[in-house]
């Protein structure tokens, strides 16, 4: 199906390659690997169909390509049917071949028969185990103490490119010429990601253990960009890697730049001849054939370079393109945000020294405890508080199905400076994809691997990019285990003021809020008041307190007769995130219900008449808030115009029917005089206490009843006595739930008027009959 020469001459750049990259190399090496192979097949083969079909927006080649063409430059198919067009250099070079090349080269299938035909497991290669290790194959790898650097540069030329004195060997130059051609035209399209993926490889690489600050730096000129990194240096692998369309070093990665991190070859998009100055290897790339390494003597190493010497230096001077626009080249290096720093896993320090725009800017991440993470750039410091989670990746959804098994997403929660408010600007943050893309509403910083518009300015719909989505929830999760060890105030409040509501967020996230909300309010995730300060409860079981409410109902109580539990108060919730989490005020029912298991448990009168002033004050502002259905009231802000006095306004005319039964029933008042116990509104008529405005008769009169009449303790409201408001609130209170005052009507009517329904009383103090008769009907119906 292939020509044998053909086949010959791709398999080193194509086939041993493609064998690792499918199972411990990064998703960009399968699509160098099958790109390359792509562009050097002539014929209409069953690969050239299925690139055509199979190949996404993004440029992503599906992995099934890979099982195809490994099997078909492994194993060509034979059969026995007509013989497909082949050049008469293929033709006569197969005749040297074996037998079963020149099958193969007298042979083909077409496209349909090829893609539509399984081959027998029995003729499937063999692929190798996979491999977590650097990548490279520890039987072939050749220490640089065993061999010079130039010996190196020197074998890869002769034996891998066929590099003779002359040049390439039997056209192997117009074979690899048109193996990257399209290489070229796909990937290297966007001339500023090279920043990004010097960035990614400096944090990839390994750092000897007396460096104490990973350290990369770019240093701009008109005519060229100098990157220096501190990291340990090249090995051979790092440079027979670095010489090769689908080979690394690098273990499997969980994503960091995703489809738009092309590699080391990004960096020709800027310049023409990248040279790579570490450990003893002194080389260049050049533009035509990307992968060849030249030699680059001593006298002709850069000074620049030679002040650097024990560090990795990588020189890229301009091509005519780059010459022509280094002012825009200057402005991508402006948009290298510390905020990258967040999300890498070494580098410490980045640096831009850029003689264009004169200006240097000296970017430093510095860890401190508990998750916090100071970001210096020159003489400002910013903070934030970061969480990350690795998350396995389901092959459903794998945008590389049998690479990268799990990928990371981070939240950085920006630390206000001393004095500055938390919810100052946060909202304009954007989401992240390792540099910023625009803001969806976050008041942090979310970042992932998502998939991109080719500008860079939207995230996509994609299945991935949904797929990570629905895994942000869990960040804002985790990030609460977070804050629980230890509990630290300053994580939980920056981490509440975070929590996007629910039509906060737009366009791919428009339903992240409301999965936030949901997944918080099912865990215990506010802190709550105790003695040791260190635990929490679900949002149905928390209240937001006040002084009033603190003093009325302790924590104790609270927990004690409601099972709730109080905010801890050096924590602040939001009234707008407390409605979203459906953390409740007390209710007037909540309250009621407390009075009830209170009295059960024969509470109250330890209580004292003073805390069931107290208890009428909140009940006051519950049921006045809860009617005019007031969002703020319930909560009793310390800023109320009421106060303690909960006055200002007058109440609804009724409770509801079944609370005010159940209130009814609950002995909470304090009665004085002579009965001297707590009584219950339905035990019989309750009436305040007796007051000076009586005349001297009246009260004489109302004596004789004294030992009958339920009245109100006058400690109840004297209690009060120095809030005027609060008094006449409580006052208020009592009245619409049913105390009296004393008056002449209610005696007669509760205490005088039923003795006289007695015919022995009536008789004996009225002799004539007709008229007991006469009272005996009227008295009845009173």
Known sequence: WVPGPLRRALAPFIVDPLFHARLDASSVQIQEALISACAGLRDRSMLHVACANKHTREGVVLSVLGDDLARCLAHPPVVATAAAPCSSAA????????????ATASTARTADELGDAAMPAAEKPALPEADDSDGADPTNEVSIESRSCSAVIRDIREKTFKIGPSGFQNGESDILDRALEKLSAELYSDDAHYILELVQNSDDNKYNPGV?????????SSTEILVVNNEAGFTEADVRALCNVGSSTKAKAVGFIG????????????SDEPAIHSNGFHFHLDAKHKIVPHEIPPKDVPKAVKKHAKETCICLPFNKKTLTKTPMVSSKFGDLTPILLLFLKKLRQLTVVDAISDTMRDMRRVDKASGVVELHV???VRRFAVEKLTVPVPQQVARYPGLASTTELALAIPIPDEGETADGDLSTYPVFSFLPVQPYGFRCILQADFLLTSGREAITDAVWNQWLVAQVPEVFLRAVETAKQPCSPLAIQLLLDSVPLE????????????EILRRLQGSECLPIEDDEGHSWAKPSQVVVGSSLLLDVIPSSMLERFLGKHYLR?????????????AVGPLRAQDLVVLLENAGRAQALQGLGVGWVARWLLLFHQAWKAEARRDPKAPHLSHSSSEGHGGGGGSLPPSLPPDLKRRLEAVPFLPLGGAVGCWGALDGGRVFFPLRAKYSPETSEAFEVFADELRLLDAALEESLEDQPAARATVHRTLQLLGVHALTEHLVLADHILPRLQSPEV???VCL?????TSLEAPVAGA
């Open 768 to 772: 004539d009959p007709a008229v007991v």
């Open 569 to 581: 108060q050096d924590v602040t919730l939001g009234d707008s995130l407390a409605k979203s989490l």
């Open 762 to 764: 009536l008789r004996a």
């Open 378 to 380: 020159n003489d400002e």
């Open 503 to 514: 039509n906060e967020l737009h366009s791919i996230f428009r339903h992240t809020g409301k």
């Open 212 to 220: 104490a600050v990973p350290r990369l730096s770019f240093h701009l």
């Open 259 to 270: 489809h738009k991190g092309i590699g080391f070859k990004s960096c020709f998009g800027v």
């Open 91 to 102: 033709a006569s070079s197969a005749a040297s071949t074996s037998k079963a090349e020149m």
